[in-house]
């Protein structure tokens, strides 16, 4: 590419709200159930039946509202969306037009030099989401309506993203923060969250900056199709302008899906349809009143977000950027760490802990890291005697898989199985005595020939370790050990 | 023949069986109802069933609903999970409902006896149930005539003695004028009062549901039995913000120092024979020690164009859902889903519901919303404002129902802007939301019955029920029955 351009990107979001019942009925929300086994007379469209707000999806809305810095609307309302469907039962989608319930936020994005990139976001609303349709019927589609209901979050950003990484550097942050707030489980095989980026380019020539058609990538359903479907576009579109020279204009917005097998985009609808969705207000649902003592019973349950945690962590504990990281890639293992250092023990101990056992464990027990059966003191202690050298790091290592077993303490499983390091330096010193009497001729070359006094040494070591079962602190050996050889 | 609360009491005190009370009116239906035309559908069996239920109870000396025994009519677009819930229309000629309507579910804890769903306009767009794809409905006092309309086969049913009262639903005058038109009492409780929930909706913020009875006692007990706050209504008022009242308890006492509004400009609208029925009705309440003061509703010329386009907006959403897939008609001739949309609400859908259905999706349509229905809905707001002053100044406003009694049958019908225009006195009660009632109040030259509508503010259908009783008392138009 010879050209100079830039990648232009705005997405909007659709998030799965993780609430017990459906949006606007009391039907439970299910996943990959027997279709049509979660739907009441309201979810169907049945004649006659009517919605009625379900709160909390509305309290989730508004608490990763101020998660994302939106002002938040004191008076909110529902519109009727109004198009032909046949996985819409009523044929109109409850949603939010004119008013929503937020709008005017942003998100920081980490960036991979450290950095972070403010993104705005333009609105974020609440609606339902629609059915399912099938097509493996033959000569038949089969709708499934388990989905229908289910409150959906629609977050909206500014075109402000320029690389196929800040978008997906935005969406995985986006997913941490609504897993934080627990408002979604945000698992994106389940469809949790969908994106749909608006993509397109500004390309520079003879000193003039041409804009390119931009494209819209329906429905995408993981982090790595956004990236590529945006990389693949930015290719496609670049090529078609050297070709072309096809500029944006009004109505020229074109439609695309993914093709995850040929990794490319498709094109599903070459002009911007003139949709006329005839929002009207909603006459059987009222409008809200978001008031102060509600807006405020909410935001006192907004936590410290991800992001927030993450920095605090590399200035505070003086973590890495990347453990940091990894620490607060969820609430529960980010919450844990931090309760357990604040409890005395060492950052990196309880860090290694943590990333290199605990959450291995929790991924085969398939649970958060913080139920391990392992409290935050009792991992604070095992952190501890490793610090201070009663147990060995691998010691540790496996005295947390046994505590996560039986939920023992640490003190207590290391004392049964022997684990415990023997750090007195008198028991230690007969050890090595008995060692250096035994093998003069090891001693004789750790001291004297400097070709095998590494290997002598450590020969000599081994057999101190040998005699105390293993159980003789390492650091304690070697220290006593060279003191004598080099005397 | 008694009235529901006479009814209701003896088959209460053991005096008469409920069985024998409702064996009765099916016998009557038998006979007159191939003339009259009220039902869509008779539930004789589960009539007859519930009515043994009834008279089990009572034998055990267990207590009864406020309904117990009496018969009862209900327009078929509120929602029956033991018989079809057709809304007189081809779409839903065979539409079962998997559930019952709220007022459906308080009738039967009130013991009543459900006898059968009532007649009216396709999805309760009409005033003279002419629009009904089903069944035409006439009115018992002359049978070449309408019934008046949407709920002409609840106002019929009453009317000619087959159901102890009925319920009907208000869009626009669609209990007060059919109510007005067979001669009975029919009222439309405030917007929220009673729940919508299985009411199949027509222009929701609108729509309500409410009794037609044979006088004001019955229409009170009736109120008893179906207002209330109902969670699955989103738009049904809390008992908080509108306690609710035993309507019965204090209707037989007149209001003290009743001021009663009226609207002179609105009178030539309406026929000599209405015009000197209303004005005697006003005479009565005067020597009833009544004040009438004269006042101006400068917004109630709009009322007619704002309804017809909000209502008509929300009917546009409200029937999308009508489209074949998942119930209801479906075209045979469909090739594809388009069509299975297309050809199906073609076929099924009447003429007028797609005149309606057109309006409405024409008025919230990008480039005009803000003309018409942006613009009907501050003018609602300015009506509502003309509501509030009148009743400022007096307790209540009475004006017709009707500018004219019960049309020939056909005569309107190649005219929708003639028929439109004939719900000019209901019509802004319903913009308002605030309760109306009509009540019998006299004849034309031919006979056929003029009704009295007075309004009241909201939530105030007790104070309504005790003005329009006070005049009851003293008249005897109520006790008229049409020739069968």
């Known amino acids: ?487 | 023949m008694d009235t529901a609360k006479q009814l209701r009491d003896k088959i209460a005190a053991g005096e008469v069986q409920s069985v024998d009370a409702v064996q009765a009116v099916f016998d009557r239906i038998e006979k007159i109802e191939p003339n009259i035309g009220a039902y869509l559908s008779l539930c004789k069996e589960q009539a007859l069933e519930k009515a043994k239920q009834v008279d089990a109870k009572i034998a055990s000396g267990e207590s009864v609903g406020a309904l117990a025994g009496v018969p009862v009519g209900v327009k078929d677009n509120m929602c029956t999970d033991f018989v079809a819930t057709t809304c007189g229309s081809k779409m839903l000629e065979k539409f079962n409902a998997p559930y019952n309507a709220h007022v459906v579910e308080k009738l039967r804890a009130a013991d009543a006896v459900i006898v059968g769903k009532c007649n009216l306009d396709e999805f309760a767009m009409g005033s003279s149930t002419e629009n009904s794809a089903l069944k035409q409905t006439v009115n018992p006092w002359d049978t070449t005539r309408v019934p008046g309309g949407s709920s002409g086969g609840s106002a019929a049913a009453v009317a000619a003695g087959l159901c102890s009262v009925s319920l009907g639903s208000d869009t626009g005058g669609s209990i007060r004028q059919p109510a007005s038109f067979c001669g009975v009492v029919g009222l439309k409780p405030t917007y929220g009062r009673v729940s919508r929930y299985g009411l199949v909706a027509y222009g929701s913020s609108l729509d309500q549901i409410g009794p037609l009875a044979r006088n004001v006692t019955d229409a009170a007990l009736t109120l008893n039995v179906i207002a209330g706050h109902d969670e699955r209504d989103s738009t049904s008022i809390s008992e908080a913000d509108a306690p609710l009242k035993d309507y019965l308890t204090d209707l037989e006492s007149p209001i003290e120092g009743l001021k009663i509004a009226v609207v002179p400009a609105l009178n030539d609208a309406a026929d000599a024979a209405v015009r000197a029925a209303t004005q005697a009705a006003l005479e009565i309440y005067q020597s009833l020690g009544a004040e009438i003061i004269e006042i101006e509703m400068p917004h109630f010329d709009y009322a007619i164009s704002t309804y017809y386009v909000i209502a008509t907006a929300e009917a546009s959403g409200n029937l999308a859902r009508y489209d074949g897939v998942h119930y209801g008609h479906r075209s045979p001739d469909a090739e594809n889903y388009v069509e299975v949309y297309s050809k199906s609400r073609s076929e099924a859908f009447g003429t007028e519901v797609k005149r309606r259905i057109m309006l409405g999706t024409y008025a919230l349509s990008s480039g005009y919303y803000d003309a018409y229905y942006l613009k009907a809905l501050k003018v609602r707001n300015l009506i509502r404002q003309d509501f509030t002053n009148a009743f400022k100044q007096a307790d209540c406003l009475m004006l017709p129902v009707s500018p004219t009694t019960a049309f020939k049958i056909g005569e309107k019908t190649d005219d929708p802007l003639q028929m439109y225009l004939a719900d000019v006195y209901t019509i802004a009660v319903n913009l308002a939301g605030v309760p109306g009632i009509s009540v019998p109040c006299g004849f034309d030259e031919k006979n056929l019955p003029i009704g009295l509508q007075i309004v009241s503010e909201p939530f105030s259908e007790d104070k309504l029920l005790r003005i329009a009783r006070m005049y009851e008392k003293e008249t005897d138009w109520h006790t008229k029955k049409p020739p069968l």
């Open chain 1, 1 to 487: 590419m010879d050209l100079q351009y830039k990648i232009i990107v705005g997405l909007e979001i659709h998030v799965h709200l993780a609430t017990r019942t459906k949006i606007f009925c009391g039907c439970e929300l299910a996943y990959g159930d027997t279709a049509n086994t979660h739907t009441c007379p309201v979810c169907l469209g049945m004649p006659g039946s009517l919605p009625v707000m379900n709160k909390k999806a509305l309290e989730y809305s508004i608490l990763t509202g101020l998660a994302l810095n939106c002002k938040i609307a004191p008076f909110t309302k529902w519109d009727r969306k109004s198009y032909y469907y046949p996985d819409l039962p009523k044929n109109y989608q409850i949603s939010q037009y004119d008013l929503p319930f937020s709008e005017h936020g942003y998100i920081e994005i980490p960036l991979a030099d450290g950095t972070t990139k403010k993104i705005r976001i333009t609105r974020a609303h609440l609606e339902e989401d629609a059915g399912k349709n099938t097509h493996t019927l033959g000569n038949f589609s089969a709708i499934d309506l388990n989905r229908a209901g289910t409150p959906l979050l629609e977050i909206v950003t500014e075109p402000d993203m320029n690389s196929a990484e800040e978008v997906g550097a935005l969406a995985r942050e986006l997913q941490r923060i609504v897993r934080y707030l627990g408002v979604s489980e945000a698992d994106m095989q389940k469809g949790h969250m969908r994106f749909e980026p608006n993509i397109n380019l500004h390309i520079t020539r003879d000193g003039q900056i041409f804009k390119t058609p931009i494209s819209e990538v329906k429905n995408l359903n993981s982090f790595r199709a956004v990236e590529r479907s945006i990389a693949y576009e930015a290719r496609r579109q670049y090529q078609e302008f050297v070709e072309t020279g096809k500029t944006m204009q009004m109505g020229n917005k074109a439609t695309y899906g993914w093709d995850d097998d040929n990794q490319m985009t498709v094109l599903q609808r070459e002009k911007e349809e003139a949709h006329d969705y005839r929002y009207f207000p909603d006459p059987d649902l009222v409008p809200v009143k978001v008031d102060a003592d509600w807006l405020g019973e909410i935001k006192s349950r907004l936590c410290e977000l991800p992001s927030q945690m993450q920095q605090r962590f590399v200035s505070e504990y003086g973590l890495s950027n990347y453990d940091a990281g990894v620490l607060t890639a969820d609430r529960a293992t980010a919450g844990f760490f931090d309760k357990t250092v604040k409890l005395g023990a060492t950052v990196k101990r309880v860090c290694n802990l943590l990333t290199q056992t605990g959450l291995k464990l929790a991924k085969e027990k398939g649970v958060p890291v913080d139920q391990l059966n392992i409290t935050d003191e009792a991992l604070a202690d095992l952190a501890k005697m490793a610090d201070v050298g009663d147990v060995s790091a691998s010691a540790a290592t496996t005295i947390f898989e046994m505590m996560a077993e039986s939920g023992e303490n640490p003190k207590k499983i290391a004392e049964e199985k022997n684990l415990i390091q023997k750090s007195d330096s008198g028991e230690i010193e007969t050890l090595i005595d008995q060692v250096i009497a035994e093998n003069p001729k090891a001693v004789e070359d750790a001291k004297n020939n400097p070709k095998k006094a590494k290997k002598s040494a450590g020969f000599l070591m081994g057999q101190v370790m040998q005699k105390s079962k293993g159980q003789a602190n390492p650091k304690v050996v070697s220290q006593i050990l060279n003191k004598k050889l080099n005397a």
